[in-house]
């Protein structure tokens, strides 16, 4: 393979990054169901969850630490929702610390979570195997 | 350009890399005893970890290429001021995120868990290293064997994938949550796969001088495999986003591009048949050791990492310790044993150390103990995630109800931990040891 071949099958490579990459960055994820609840409260909120580092113990869409639970549907899980959330965030548990937040902070975080809650669905328990290794959501 | 400022890149990552491993075991017990250590929350430890045992692998891989490609790639650095700047920058960078870290200021995100703001930094002594590299590079005379091609390709790709991990700061990105979710691991996807690309090469380059073969870097299979590899890191990343309603296309790329890396498998199952012989020969060189070792890794990996690419699997592995078997597989496994090798490799060279029988003993004792509850800690995960896929998607227990069935299994893997701590502490000790009696001697003449 001389050099000119190898320099040639990089620019290739490179170029349908760059294509890729920007329709991932468009049409790729344009869709998001929860639109409407991504409100200003609920954009600070998700500057708070960043801010407090909730991450390293909970996952969105199962990315994240493991330590908590995910918190993608928390909102709409039975038993669970949204007063049963500012309590914790009050308290704090024996594993989750006590942020010490104030009313407003959690307003906003809340306000988050249920922006999260309409995006999609976390971890997915209703789906069908098709033959090709893929999965249908139900 | 003195010797020294590769060997100071490569023992401050191996320092760096004994105090992360230290804060993982940290980590790894409060996970089972939920009082342990309250003073220092879970929320610190964890990026401590991350950031450390991450600064590790970039230490040695630059460390490595510095002084590689000064003396070894027919070539001289262009600028032997730059890698000052450049070890100097990452220190204080260094030294501000743990401050941040234990101070609980942070950026929230997965692996940069730091503000923002200290990506300035990062960036431009990344740009340091990257100008000095293609300088030098491109002085050299004929084709560059494919381990300059990866280094070039780690150096770009970190840089692109850096910046693109930061396109949260842009609301366009941030507001949409599968917007933001799809770019942050396409990101991460890519830059673990560009450095990679670094250690790989590194792999590639100590292989070819222990072996005294550069025919092996020229090879037209070996570029096959590094195209494949740079596609795998361009296009390969969405086994972590199956589960996130983008469109149907972007995962489909991926769990297409995942499969090629069969071919890689098939390789490497090839070139064991006929290098067997080869490795018994030559097993006591310890670089080699391990070289040898991170081979036997990068297969189970693979495997593993082709496994939880089929959506199938992925659904119920996805978000569970499989994942995380797939990362301390790679990054324990496979990056640190090539970087240790790299650095046995560098520190011989450069000092002129000939470790004593002791030292031998104790790193080859060390080797074992290391390899063995890496395997240990390794099966222990994979378990606990096949435990809790099943237990979340099959049963639907609620969180409570898992953490306490997978518990014991925790427990071993945090005890499995200690062991690869110890096992690291006896390889490590020895190098850092020559470096410090070579350093004094220096200090010595000097004055």
Known sequence: ?138 | MKKEIGILFVSLGLIALLIGIFFGCLGAFQFVYPDFLKEISFVKIRPLHVSLVVAWIFLCSIGGIYYYINYYCETKLWSARLPKIHLWIFVLTGVLILVCYFMGRFGGREYWEFPAILSIPIFISWMLFGINYFKSAFKKAGNWPVYMWMWATGIVFFFITFSESYLWLAPYFRNNLIRDLTVQWKAYGALVGSWNMLVYGTALFVMTRIIGDEKIAQSRLAFFMYFLGFANLLFGWAHHIYIVPSAIWVRMVSYFMSMTELLILGKIIWSWKNSLSEAKRNFHILPYRFIVASDVWVFLNLALALAISVPAINIYTHGTHVTVAHAMGSTIGINTIILLASAFFLITDITKHEFTRTQKILIKIGFWIFNFYLMVFWVCLIIAGIEKGILVIDDKLSFQEIMTQINPILTVLAFSGIGIFIGLILIVYPMLIAVYNYLMKKEKVQS
Request: glycine share 8%; aromatic share 12%; net charge positive.
């Open chain 1, 1 to 138: 393979m001389s050099t000119s071949t190898r320099r040639f099958i990089f620019w290739i490579l490179i170029v349908l990054f760059f294509i890729h990459s920007l329709l991932v960055f468009t049409i790729g994820t344009d869709e998001d169901n929860g639109k409407n609840l991504m409100t200003e409260e609920a954009q600070i909120g998700k500057l708070l969850f960043q801010k407090y580092n909730c991450t390293a113990c909970h996952q969105l869409y199962g990315l994240g630490g493991y330590m908590g639970p995910d918190l993608t549907n928390m909102i709409s899980s039975p038993g669970k929702g949204e007063i049963y959330a500012r309590t914790l965030l009050q308290t704090g548990t024996q594993r989750m610390p006590n942020f010490h937040l104030t009313e407003e902070e959690i307003n906003s975080m809340v306000a988050y979570l249920k922006y999260v809650d309409k995006t999609g669905i976390s971890p997915v328990k209703k789906f069908k195997i098709n033959f090709d290794g893929t999965i249908s959501q139900k």
